[in-house]
């Protein structure tokens, strides 16, 4: 019987696993993972969960039934030391050894951590995982004023969870705008009024310095000498591939694992999906490292096929949303090469979406506030449809007839 061993127990490993058994795979699965947790949802953890409209139970993605009944052995809260391609084991801190025939790198990403005088104090948090979370969350009913660094999806949402328990809420962010590496500035002035709109103070062109307290957080030190009282802060300053196993062990790595279209490594029995790769996109035309669900669930079944021995292409346009108060951002494509961008707005519903083309043909769409037309949207961006400003302005155009 042949052996898979999956290394990582987010996204894309439980939809790596989903799509093995859907297709039947015989072998034996092992589920290797170094929370203590069964595998669970890590978007809702700066939604719903920190803002008490998710339970812990709502976040898991199988119950443990589904593993027994399965016959998928669990390996959590256990760290890999090691990986050995050629006599294909893994070796574990524990000491303990694991065979495998194929062996599937589902390792995600971390946290970028920051280095400043104060970084030991107490109430500082990074969030990634359920325990982060659930510290956070404990910390957050007892403090009155939140600091956040960073500007981009997850402390805008963590802000409005914060803002929406009447603490005074300050983002500081090194750029001149919010989210400015992912949207138009239009977006970006449209969420920082929103914030501003609910008290969320920001301040721009500035970066943290130092963190002063006692024992806990007591203030802010920004870069520009300003101060700024905190009882917790909270840091999002982006992600890192988590590659580094799979480097040692000799997989070729830069800035992720770097796999083919059909998730394959450098190794014909080692793969790898999900956050940690860096993989090629055919109708982009390029090589791209992606932090999103769409692409760990559509990555883990292209690994699942490979595994199978029936290759399937992955070529995917990338997706993205955000839920910021009551306002849903979603986004299609990677608008970073467009020579025009066009706003289509329903100013009377307070939903209004930018379209980005290139010489005339669509590559993406941000929506705010209208789901209905962004899935018609994600069409569009697939299929690079030709279109002109006048036609995405002109509201009585029905988007589904570019389809037609």
Not at 45 to 70: A, H, M, V
Not at 275 to 292: F, G, V, Y
């Amino acid at each position: 019987m042949e052996n898979l061993v999956i290394i990582g127990a987010g996204q894309s490993a439980v939809q790596c696993i989903t799509t093995l058994q859907k297709e039947g795979y015989s072998g034996s699965i092992t589920l290797v993972g170094d929370e203590e947790h069964l595998p669970y949802q890590r978007p809702p953890l700066s939604k719903g969960f920190l803002e008490d409209t998710i339970n812990k139970e709502r976040l898991y993605f199988k119950k443990l039934e589904f593993f027994i009944e399965n016959k998928i052995q669990l390996k959590l809260g256990t760290y890999v030391e090691g990986v050995n391609i050629e006599d294909q084991n893994i070796a574990f801190a524990d000491g303990g050894k694991l065979d495998f025939d194929k062996l599937v790198f589902a390792t995600g990403s971390r946290v970028r951590k920051l280095d400043f005088p104060g970084n030991n104090l107490g109430a500082i948090h990074y969030l990634r995982g359920l325990d982060d979370a659930e510290s956070m969350k404990s910390d957050m009913e007892n403090s009155k004023n939140i600091v956040i660094i960073g500007a981009g999806y997850i402390g805008l949402e963590v802000a409005a969870i914060a803002s929406k328990k009447n603490a005074s809420v300050t983002v500081i962010e090194m750029a001149d705008r919010v989210m400015n590496r992912t949207v138009d500035p239009q977006i970006s002035e449209y969420y920082k009024n929103l914030h501003e709109s609910h008290g969320v103070e920001f301040q721009f062109n500035n970066s943290l310095k130092e963190i002063v307290g006692s024992k806990k957080v007591e203030k802010v030190i920004c870069s520009d000498g300003a101060e700024i009282k905190a009882d917790m802060v909270i840091i999002g300053a982006g992600i890192l591939p988590n590659v580094e196993i799979a480097e040692e062990a000799g997989i070729n790595c830069e800035n992720g694992i770097i796999v083919d279209e059909f998730a394959k490594t450098n190794s014909d029995i080692v793969f790898a999906c999900g956050d940690c790769t860096n993989h090629p996109n055919k109708l982009l035309k390029r090589n791209l490292r992606l932090e999103s669900v769409h692409n760990a669930m559509e990555q883990a079944k292209t690994a699942a096929y490979s595994v199978l021995g029936n290759p399937v292409e992955y070529n995917q346009i990338p997706w993205f949303w955000s839920d910021q108060y009551d306002h849903k951002l979603q986004i299609v494509g990677l608008s970073g090469e467009h020579d025009a961008v066009t706003i289509r707005e329903h100013i009377e519903e307070s939903k209004f979406m930018l379209f980005y083309t290139k010489e005339d043909k669509l590559i993406a769409v941000d929506s705010i506030n209208n789901p209905k037309e962004f899935l018609i949207c994600r069409k569009l961006v697939a299929n690079k449809v030709t279109i002109k400003p006048e036609m995405i302005s002109d509201l009585k155009m029905d988007l589904n007839d570019l389809i037609r």
